[in-house]
């Protein structure tokens, strides 16, 4: 649900609106960063630029361009590219621009650690390879739909309704 | 919307929510998504279902973070005054840039009227020298002409001396017998009174017969003060006397300015 009143209330600078913003984004904002970046503490760090930034540009968010959720989702994304793209990043990293969602259960160290990857095994079972590809290209590293066609093979009009498919399952399985 | 349900299984939604639509496209769902609430509800289905996706890609529940935050938050300046802070500033910026634009524009509309006034002047001199200049060619066409009149073989130079009315004055009379012309140079003769007129009279002496040949008429007006009248008479002397305003039938004898008398070849 997209909280209006809440939005509007933090464009005003209200910190408790923020709070609540912060409450209800936060975990799949994170998602988003640590999926990209694969590094608990930069996606930390990152995650905190992110919501910094959100509480700053809140006002320039208009609602004619789109969902709270998609403006909260660009940031991160271009802030998780950016980092990737840094010094800091290159200099503790192994490449990973490659992987996708997936990679982060599959990796070792995750598995270890990381409770809530089961859950992302439970989504990640479920779909089938097309649709972990569609979601990764479209949703976590936010290409457009004529990129992830181009980057796919396949029709614009193909690419869409496969998506739909895939999120329809997702769907069912939230239910 | 004819068909709903045919929007909703085009996955424009779904792409609506990553943001991987282009800008025309995204306005669109915008405003269509204002219409139907059905298809609102379908947007914020797929929203929950992506936002538990990446969720559960979360490595745990950041929420601990939000502590940090909120300090940070607090130690920046207050966001709402800094915004309308610069919103003033660029409004002060922006009246002063009007202003000075307005001054300019007034500065440019005075240096051009200034301009054009000049330029009125500057064609009212031309406009004029081209007069002058062409008052000039005519002037120097008729003394050229006078002078080849004066030259002319055939002319005949009689000295008019001043009489008892006005023993100052003094005239000449260039006579061409074979044009019939005179030229009177009244260079020597003072304008008339107002409302009186110089008239030229050919003279026979024997009796005395005295015949207008002319007057000088807009004595003021001619610089040179040469006058051309016709004379075909076998002129003995000339003589001329002041009149009323366009001339005597017979000269007013009191009032004879000049006389002189044709050499007897």
């Known amino acids: 649900m997209q909280q209006d009143f809440l939005i509007n209330q933090l464009q005003e600078g209200n910190e408790k609106a923020f709070e609540k913003i912060y409450q209800l984004y936060s975990k799949s904002i994170f998602g988003v960063i640590f999926t990209i970046l694969k590094d608990e503490e930069l996606a930390e760090e990152v995650l905190q630029d992110v919501f910094l930034k959100v509480w700053e540009k809140a006002p320039t968010y208009e609602a004619s361009k789109g969902r709270f959720f998609t403006w909260i989702l660009n940031i991160a994304r271009n802030a998780s590219i950016d980092q990737l793209r840094s010094k800091t990043y290159k200099d503790r990293q192994k490449n990973v621009e490659d992987e996708t969602f997936v990679d982060v259960i599959e990796s070792p160290h995750q598995l270890t650690d990381s409770t809530e990857a089961i859950g992302l095994q439970k989504y990640i079972k479920l779909l089938e390879p097309l649709c972990r590809s569609i979601i990764d290209l479209l949703f976590f590293k936010g290409y457009t739909q004529q990129e992830s066609a181009k980057v796919l093979e396949m029709p614009l009009g193909t690419l869409k309704t496969r998506n739909r498919m895939c999120i329809k399952k997702l769907r069912a399985s939230i239910r | ?221 001619n610089s040179k003060r040469i006058f051309i009248v016709d004379n075909s008479y076998d002129s003995e002397a000339f003589g001329i006397t002041l009149e009323p305003a366009g001339g005597s039938e017979t000269p007013t004898l009191e009032k004879l300015m000049v006389l002189g008398t044709v050499t007897i070849t």
Request: aromatic share 8%; no cysteine; glycine share 4%.
């Open chain 2, 1 to 221: 919307m004819e068909n709903i349900q045919e929007y909703l299984e085009s996955g424009i939604l779904e792409l609506y929510v990553y943001g991987a639509l282009p800008e025309a496209e995204r306005e669109e769902v915008t405003r269509v998504l204002r219409e139907y609430p059905e298809l609102r509800q379908e947007v914020e289905q797929i929203e929950e279902a992506l936002q538990e996706l990446s969720g559960a890609a979360a490595p745990y529940d950041p929420q601990d973070v939000l502590i940090s935050l909120k300090k940070k938050i607090r130690q920046r300046p207050e966001r709402t005054p800094e915004f309308s802070k610069k919103k003033n500033i660029s409004a002060i910026l922006g009246w002063a840039a009007s202003i000075i634009l307005l001054i300019g524009l007034f500065m440019m509309y005075d240096a051009n009227t200034e301009l054009n006034e000049r330029l009125t002047e500057m064609e009212q001199e031309q406009a004029d020298l081209e007069t002058q200049i062409v008052e000039a060619r005519e002037d120097s066409e008729k003394t050229e002409q006078l002078l080849r009149a004066l030259r002319s073989r055939n002319i005949e130079k009689i000295p008019l001396q001043g009489q008892d009315f006005a023993p100052e004055a003094y005239a000449t009379a260039y006579w061409n017998k074979a044009q019939n012309i005179t030229y009177i140079d009244a260079q020597d003769l003072p304008a008339p009174p107002p409302g009186m007129v110089y008239q030229v009279w050919s003279l026979k002496l024997d009796p005395l017969t005295p015949s207008s040949i002319g007057l000088l008429e807009d004595f003021e007006g």
